[in-house]
């Protein structure tokens, strides 16, 4: 077990190795941050450039101030794009942030890289990270053998303060990562949990709290929003957020999830049939951002556009009402 000094040093020999200049996919979270001090130290500013994707109403309004700051802080030069490739495709068969970071982020960024190595946040939380190949299709991960742990450790040791945007202490990311299902309608499904979430970030600004986050769920003809919120708020704050999402002309339903909570969720034969892959959506990707513990009634999908899952009703200990499978 290598001390923090000690992988830092590691990892700044390894870039000198294989870079003389670097530009890197920079998001203002803990893991592209990481890699920005890292190579700056072993680089040099002049020789390294962040470049941040922005994914339009998916992007929180907070997080474009953020990576603003953060590379002031860094003192590297920052390039803004807007993404070229859609999220919503990826959607149209599912959720799957780990390909829409291959398919539209990485593209993205590639597109407006002509020359010159990519950098990448990857580390062994991502399943890009965990195949441990430095560099791949121009894309080079210099934290493929860290693990969260040790990446804010590092962080702590260069003494930098990320300011968070409060959605997830441990890994922030798009909007879109919190619609639960297929994006039928961009204008109906993807303006709920855009809405929906940027709502409950806005209202929440002066209250601590470790995850934020408006789940929309439902059938393609329901958008149900569960919001998750640890801690829980007090019942003032509660109702008022309830009451604005629930205005919203794209939801149909809001619950605030404030016990245990069992999902029903509609999966595509090969997740369904892989007891691995569903323990893997059920604790890595559901569990770390609800606010309260989760149980999982599995459903086999007849739907053939769907490739991976989609949640499609919820039932809590006051809610007995027949489930819509979809």
């Known amino acids: 077990m290598l001390d923090i000094k000690t992988r830092i040093d590691k990892t700044i020999k390894e870039i000198r190795q294989l870079c003389s200049s670097l530009i890197i996919a920079f998001s203002g979270g803990q893991d592209s941050t990481l890699v920005a ?32 700051k953060s590379a002031e802080k860094l003192e590297l030069d920052l390039l803004i794009k807007p993404s070229t490739e859609s999220s919503e495709e990826v ?17 993205s960024v590639k597109s407006y890289v002509q020359n010159g190595l990519i950098a990448s946040g990857a580390n062994t939380s991502d399943s890009w990270g965990k195949t441990g190949i430095a560099i791949r299709d121009g894309i080079y991960s210099p934290l493929r053998y860290w693990n969260k742990k040790e990446i804010k450790e590092a962080l702590e040791y260069y003494g930098f303060n990320i300011e968070r945007i409060g959605e997830n202490s441990i890994r922030e990311g798009c909007k879109l990562k919190h619609l639960m299902k297929i994006m039928g309608n961009p204008s109906y499904h993807g303006e709920a949990v855009s809405q929906a979430n940027e709502i409950l970030i806005d209202e929440l600004k002066n209250f601590e709290r470790e995850i934020a986050n408006v789940k929309i769920i439902g059938p393609l003809s329901s958008n149900i929003a569960l919001i998750n919120v640890r801690p829980i708020p007090e019942l003032k704050i509660r109702e008022k957020i309830k009451n604005k999402i629930r205005n919203l002309k794209t939801i149909d339903r809001v619950q605030w999830v404030d016990k245990p909570i069992t999902l029903y969720i509609s999966a595509n034969p090969g997740l369904f049939g892989n007891e691995e892959s569903r323990k893997w959506v059920h604790i890595g990707r559901i569990q770390n951002e609800f606010a309260f513990p989760v149980k999982i009634e599995w459903i086999l999908s007849k739907n053939r556009r769907l490739e991976t899952f989609q949640i499609v009703d919820y039932k809590m200990e006051d809610r007995d009402d027949k489930i819509n499978c979809g």
């Open 37 to 68: 001090l890292i190579a700056k130290d072993a680089l040099g500013s002049e020789k390294i450039k962040l470049l941040n994707i922005t994914y339009g109403k998916y992007t929180y309004k907070k997080s474009i101030d953020i990576v603003k």
């Open 91 to 107: 959607w149209k068969n599912g959720p799957s942030c780990n390909r829409c970071t291959k398919i539209v982020k990485l593209n």
